[in-house]
T-cell receptor, first 114, second 110 residues
Framework: DGGITQSPKYLFRKEGQNVTLSCEQN?????MYWYRQDPGQGLRLIYY???????QKGDIAEGYSVSREKKESFPLTVTSAQKNPTAFYLCASSPRSGSSDTQYFGPGTRLTVL | AQSVTQPDIHITVSEGASLELRCNYSYGATPYLFWYVQSPGQGLQLLLK??????LVQGIKGFEAEFKRSQSSFNLRKPSVHWSDAAEYFCAVGGGDMRFGAGTRLTVKP
């Protein structure tokens, strides 16, 4: 089965702790993305990666970090510098990063910071 | 810069009634347009996409969308809504630098 997996589905952390969200794809896609979703605001791009060992900031990268050491994996770390981290996080991938490339989404991780 | 507007935050329709969800885009060249659906607590599923050619695009689950360049619109339609269509719907423009609308939440009345 080809697809994108995100783990865990629900994550709870205390304020001030860093937390890492996992995203894995077996679609052999070059590009991967992280979005944050808040009610009524649609999806906002945090980071994206077009190839291994390369990534770029999106619109709301402050307080987040990523790595892309393998083609299949694009983990997102929510650091203690992120002022309001409670949200639904979605990972996506696409064959490349062109305008015509369809993005395919994982099931999401809901992060709650207590 | 490309952008998408979905004017309706929430729409309620009766089961069996027709549906139209509005989407307006801003894009400098020929747009690549997408509609996604999201069930509560889930990821986004692609319904359909427009790249070029026929302006009426057919998608999954009986949905279709019409691209109208003169109106900068890409509205999603379904002739007869089912209770299982209740979800949030997102219009998006572009691909690599995809921009999403804020979404329209669809409620289906029995």
């Amino acid at each position: 089965d080809g697809g994108i997996t995100q783990s865990p589905k629900y994550l709870f952390r205390k304020e001030g702790q860093n937390v890492t969200l996992s995203c894995e794809q077996n679609l052999n896609h070059d590009a991967m993305y992280w979005y944050r979703q808040d009610p009524g605001q649609g999806l906002r791009l945090i980071y994206y990666s077009q190839i291994v060992n390369d990534f770029q900031k999106g619109d709301i990268a402050e307080g987040y970090s990523v790595s892309r050491e393998k083609k299949e994996s694009f983990p997102l770390t929510v650091t203690s510098a992120q002022k309001n981290p409670t949200a639904f996080y979605l990972c996506a991938s696409s064959p490349r990063s062109g305008s015509s490339d369809t993005q395919y989404f994982g099931p999401g991780t809901r992060l709650t910071v207590l | 810069a490309q952008s998408v507007t979905q004017p309706d935050i929430h729409i309620t329709v009766s089961e069996g009634a027709s549906l139209e969800l509005r989407c307006n885009y801003s894009y400098g060249a020929t747009p690549y347009l997408f509609w996604y659906v999201q069930s509560p607590g889930q990821g986004l599923q692609l319904l359909l996409k427009y790249f070029s050619g026929d302006t009426l695009v057919q998608g999954i689950k009986g949905f279709e969308a019409e691209f109208k360049r003169s109106q900068s619109s890409f509205n999603l339609r379904k002739p007869s809504v089912h209770w299982s269509d209740a979800a949030e719907y997102f219009c998006a423009v572009g691909g690599g630098d995809m921009r999403f609308g804020a979404g329209t939440r669809l409620t289906v009345k029995p």
